[in-house]
């Protein structure tokens, strides 16, 4: 069959257009399947990314927060003594010396328990009320067990409260002093130096108190008693926090 002029456009049109149709299938829808995978895969990534930025960010400011604590947490072992000077007599000893200096007080002798473990307490006041039972007999309203429970809520709070373990070294301390007064001195150092230190009972000896025990104590014409005080004490201690590694992985 011979084809004319006409016929064959028509023809050649047509392949042309089968050739395109076959090259789409053949290389372009695959190429369209990959770009849309591409797509999703990027889609998959950046939200990976999106995450990861999101705990990156919060990971500064934790950073900050564990350094603030454990900057606070060092400004509060400040205030204890030192592990390596709480157990050692001498360090001690020159430690206590120089309030003795200051204060004008001798030292005779020092002596220190063996070093253990201790609960620090919470200094607070509870109320007591006399007669409490008969309180609440006439309390109809509970006015009265309210007030009551108003001046002891900040003993209740305190007493349920965890209780923290120190390390604690007792140290029993007899010095001499010239006068009643320098002893005052003393005992006012130990109490105001930034160490933690519990003064848990002072005995004094040859002390008077008033001007009439002084002289009978003291009578005029014999020589003077020696003043002097023993004083039991406790230093606490605790161990220094390790600082945090911040950039470990």
Known sequence: MKLNYRDKIILGALLAFVILLAGFFMAIKPKYKDIKDNKDELIRVQNEKDEIDKKIAEIKPLKEEIKATYDETTKLTDDFVEYNDIFNPRKVDQYM?????????????????????QSLDYYYFTSNFVGEDMIKGSDLNGDKQAQMDEKRAESDA???RAKETVMAATYSITVTAEDKEKLWDYMEALKEQKETVIIDSVALTNVAISDEAEKILNPPGEEKKEISAKFDITLYSVYDLAEPNLEAD
Not at 97 to 117: G, M, Y
């Open 97 to 117: 010396q120089n309030f003795a200096e200051d204060c004008e007080v001798k030292i005779k002798q020092l002596s220190v328990a063996d070093l253990s473990t």
């Open 158 to 160: 305190l007493s349920a």
